[in-house]
């Protein structure tokens, strides 16, 4: 079993920052990648960036390249996302998962995700 516990959400004006904290705990040798994923009241939830934890391959959802940055800190078994100019179409609530899948050739935004965190709320003003 793994535990994800984000924190680091809140409220800035466009153009500002914020930087999201996952904590894992647990099994956490069990997982292949670990993905941030958002979602707004009525829209779809969709992934914003992923880390495979051994090769070190990252992606992002186009929309975020170039101003979001996804990190571990593997001592800690923590994932960061560091948000730079962010844009009010940003807000949602954020959430941390992690999946046991590994794939060699596929983005880790397409695997499925075996652990969910409770989400952060993040709030973006124009």
């Known amino acids: 079993q793994v535990q994800l516990v984000e924190s680091g959400g809140g409220s800035v004006q466009a153009g500002g920052s914020l930087r999201l904290s996952c904590a894992a705990s647990?099994?956490?040798?069990?997982?292949?990648?670990m993905v941030w994923f958002r979602q707004a009241p009525g829209k779809e939830r969709e992934g914003v960036a992923c880390i495979y934890i051994f090769d070190g391959r990252i992606y992002y959802t186009d929309s975020v390249k170039g101003r979001f940055t996804i990190s571990r800190d593997n001592a800690k078994n923590t994932l960061f996302l560091q948000m730079n100019s962010l844009k009010p179409e940003d807000s949602a609530t954020y959430y941390c998962a992690a999946s046991t899948t590994y794939s060699p050739y596929q983005s880790c935004l397409n695997t499925g995700m075996n652990y969910w965190g409770k989400g952060s709320p993040v709030t973006i003003s124009s």
């Open positions: 647990g099994n956490t040798y069990s997982i292949n990648s």
